[in-house]
Structure formats: C-alpha cells, structure tokens
C-alpha cells in the first residue's frame, strides 16, 4: 500500500534542512532522491517543505524517496565525545542533533530507518508474508528482508547466510506458481533455480556478448554457492565433522550477492511481462 511522508516528518525536514545545506546541495539532494519536478521557488524551508508535499501528491513510493533524503544524516557515525569550539564549550553538532530528531518523529510516525536509505512503515513486511511482497513487486520490503539478514551479519552470521538464501528461495518458488511452471520434487535453492533460470532464459550460450556471457555464467555459480553455502555453514542444517569458521565478512558477501541475484531476477520477470 502507497504510504505518504507524514506532515510531522515534513516539519522537522524544512526546519532542520536548511540549517545545513545549501540552495544547491538542496537542488542536489531532491534530484539524487528522484523527487519530482523543477526545484520550487522561494526560501530554504519553504523549497524543502514544498517540495515533499509534492513527492507525496506525485511520487508512486514517497517512502522510497524519504530514505534517499536522509540516508546521509541517518547513516552518520556515532561520535562519543563532544566537540569543543575555541572557546572551550561544548560545541553543537548540527547533523548529529538532527540525526536524533530525525530518529525521534520516525519513531512517532511508526517508521524505521533501515541502513542503505530504506524506510519501512512498520507495518509492511512483518504484517505481509514475503510471498505477498514479491508477488506486489514491492523491492523496498524485500530491500529490507535483506537489511534484516545484514543486521544479523556481526552477531549471528550463519542466521544471516540462511536468511538470504531463504529470500531467493521465496522468490524462486513465488516464480514458479505464478508462472505455472513444474515444481521441481525437490525444492531446495538449487533446485527451483534450475526451473527459473531455464524460463527466463539465463544461458550464457544465448547471448553473444562475450563480457555479459561471463557475468551470466558468474551469477549460475554464485546462486549455486550461496545453496551450498547455507548447507554447509548456515544455521539451517546441523554441524558435521567440518566446523566453518563463517566471519560476518563471508555472511556480507554472501547477502549482497543474493540481492543483487534477486533485484536481476525481479526485473527480468517485469520486463517480460511487460512485453507479453
């Protein structure tokens, strides 16, 4: 469902914005964010102001392009000791008080800042399966299914692997109802990936540019390495003899390489149904 910038997240952006950026790094920001239209006329607060009132008359995701906007405040380093000015007191760190604000009227609006800009309403993936979220396309839930694996990367690794590799599995299997196909008997990652990438045509031999046949071939033996992966280092299966020494460097890895699998597959199941 379509969910609007609340007003009270509208006020603290006009106030708190032009304290810190500029006309031009304003220009900037709204652009990179994909906020619709020429930049509006008149002071800083007012430009801010007016401008997400129109991400959210106009916008088809006005969430998506909130996370854009305050990506860079929110994903500031903690800072533990103060800064002092030349004159010895307690200098205020502007960006840093409005990271907290920001955090404060998020929480009060039952919104989450989701590291990589992705704002989630509270109320999407934990209310929806993600077998609704992929069948509704909606990429910033599923963004952050995988935001939740990366915030178990340094605490719980092997969670965080078979997370990821349960994501792409949903989606293979979402694939194959919705496109009628044969569920394979055995329906583990490899498995149902064969069945996928067979419909969508990902055969390296296909194509004729020799570097995307490289790339291609790269991504089968990727989406056969994370299975593997989750078979032999995951949560998801019992320790054998053989005790993976899993570092969260190798459960990173392992989650951006299934997200990038699992943006490519989306979008080539969209562009085909859009050419049907």
Same mark, same amino acid.
């Given at each position: 469902?379509?969910?609007?910038?609340?007003t009270?997240?509208?006020?603290? #952006?006009?106030?708190?914005?032009?304290?810190?950026?500029?006309?031009?790094?304003?220009?900037?920001? %709204?652009?990179?964010?994909?906020?619709?239209?020429?930049? /509006? $006329?008149?002071?800083?607060?007012?430009?801010?102001?007016a401008?997400?009132?129109? !991400?959210?008359?106009?916008?088809?995701? /006005?969430?998506?392009?909130l996370?854009?906007?305050?990506?860079?405040y929110?994903?500031?380093? &903690?800072? =533990?000791? $103060?800064? %002092?000015?030349?004159?010895?007191?307690?200098? !205020? &760190?502007?960006?840093k008080? %409005?990271?907290?604000?920001?955090?404060?009227?998020? @929480?009060?609006?039952?919104?989450?800042y989701? @590291?990589?800009?992705?704002? @989630?309403?509270?109320?999407?993936?934990?209310?929806?399966?993600?077998?609704?979220?992929?069948?509704?396309r909606?990429?910033?839930?599923?963004?952050? =299914? %995988?935001?939740?694996? #990366?915030?178990?990367?340094?605490?719980?690794?092997?969670?965080?692997?078979?997370?990821?590799c349960?994501?792409?599995?949903?989606?293979?299997?979402?694939?194959?109802a919705?496109?009628k196909?044969?569920?394979?008997?055995?329906? $583990? #990652?490899?498995?149902v990936?064969?069945?996928?990438?067979?419909?969508?045509? +990902? &055969? /390296?031999?296909?194509?004729?540019?020799? &570097?995307?046949?490289?790339?291609?071939s790269?991504? #089968?033996? !990727?989406?056969d390495?994370?299975?593997? +992966?989750r078979?032999h280092?995951?949560?998801?299966?019992?320790?054998?003899?053989k005790?993976?020494?899993l570092?969260p460097?190798?459960?990173?890895? *392992?989650?951006?390489? *299934?997200?990038?699998? *699992?943006? +490519?597959?989306?979008e080539?199941?969209? =562009?085909?149904?859009?050419?049907?």
């Amino acid at each position: 469902m379509r969910k609007e910038i609340p007003t009270p997240v509208i006020a603290v #952006l006009s106030e708190n914005m032009p304290a810190i950026e500029t006309h031009a790094s304003l220009d900037n920001l %709204f652009s990179y964010a994909e906020a619709p239209g020429e930049p /509006p $006329d008149g002071s800083k607060p007012v430009k801010v102001q007016a401008w997400l009132r129109r !991400v959210n008359k106009e916008s088809k995701h /006005p969430l998506v392009v909130l996370g854009r906007i305050i990506e860079g405040y929110m994903e500031l380093p &903690d800072l =533990e000791d $103060d800064t %002092f000015s030349w004159l010895g007191a307690p200098a !205020v &760190d502007v960006k840093k008080e %409005f990271k907290t604000k920001l955090e404060a009227i998020l @929480s009060r609006c039952n919104l989450t800042y989701l @590291s990589g800009g992705i704002i @989630s309403d509270g109320s999407s993936a934990p209310s929806r399966s993600l077998a609704e979220l992929i069948k509704g396309r909606d990429i910033p839930s599923i963004d952050a =299914e %995988f935001n939740r694996a #990366l915030s178990n990367v340094n605490s719980e690794p092997r969670e965080a692997v078979s997370a990821a590799c349960n994501i792409l599995e949903s989606i293979f299997k979402t694939y194959i109802a919705d496109e009628k196909l044969e569920m394979p008997q055995k329906q $583990d #990652l490899q498995n149902v990936w064969k069945i996928v990438r067979s419909d969508l045509g +990902f &055969d /390296p031999g296909a194509l004729e540019d020799h &570097d995307l046949k490289k790339i291609l071939s790269g991504v #089968l033996s !990727v989406v056969d390495g994370i299975g593997a +992966f989750r078979t032999h280092a995951s949560s998801a299966h019992g320790q054998g003899r053989k005790i993976y020494n899993l570092k969260p460097r190798h459960a990173r890895l *392992a989650i951006h390489s *299934a997200h990038t699998i *699992a943006l +490519f597959v989306l979008e080539t199941w969209d =562009e085909r149904k859009s050419q049907k």
